[in-house]
């Protein structure tokens, strides 16, 4: 099953800053990404995840696009870094979200997801992403479990309301 989005029929376009993309992997939980989705990073967010995660280059998923920014979204990533809004990965993704019109911007963060929220993007976190992916039927009941509980024991910081929120949540989408 599919999404349907601005890009092509089916296929949401999202980009991701590096937070959701190392928590889903920290969870074994990317199949939430690859189906009805195209993902892209910039490059800045690529840098970020060969830092964190071992072995990122000869790891990273195929389905996963590098795409660098136009001169005059560089500009604005730029300028938003300087300012101290953001950080440069989080202010890269942002500014590629906005060159690309994703259909979704991916972020774990509060201030990049309020910045990207007030520049009229669609925002969603991890948990979002893997909630999207059970009610699609994308991942399996148990699929859907095994993630969450990887997500409450990745380096995601989620509080107990949250998480127990989302635990509810999911067990009504997989009735």
């Not at 349907?4 to 937070?19: F, I, L």
């Not at 992403?129 to 993630?147: D, M, N």
Request: net charge negative; charged share 20%.
């Amino acid at each position: 099953m599919g999404c349907a989005g601005k890009g092509s029929p089916g296929v949401k376009r999202v980009v991701a800053d590096t937070g959701p993309i190392l928590h889903l992997w920290e969870a074994k939980a990317w199949k939430c990404l690859t189906a009805g989705c195209t993902v892209s990073i910039p490059p800045e967010v690529e840098a970020e995840l060969g830092h964190t995660l071992p072995n990122w280059l000869s790891r990273k998923p195929a389905w996963l696009n590098i795409a660098a920014l136009h001169k005059h979204h560089q500009r604005d990533a730029q300028e938003w870094t300087q300012a101290g809004l953001l950080d440069s990965g989080e202010a890269a993704a942002i500014a590629l979200g906005r060159q690309t019109a994703a259909d979704w911007f991916l972020t774990d963060d509060a201030a990049a997801r309020l910045f990207a929220q007030a520049l009229g993007l669609e925002v969603h976190g991890s948990l979002g992403v893997l909630l999207w992916a059970a009610g699609q039927k994308i991942i399996t009941p148990a699929e859907a479990k095994a993630s969450l509980d990887g997500l409450a024991e990745s380096t995601l910081w989620v509080s107990p309301r949250i998480l127990k929120e989302a635990r509810t949540a999911l067990e009504e989408l997989i009735k």
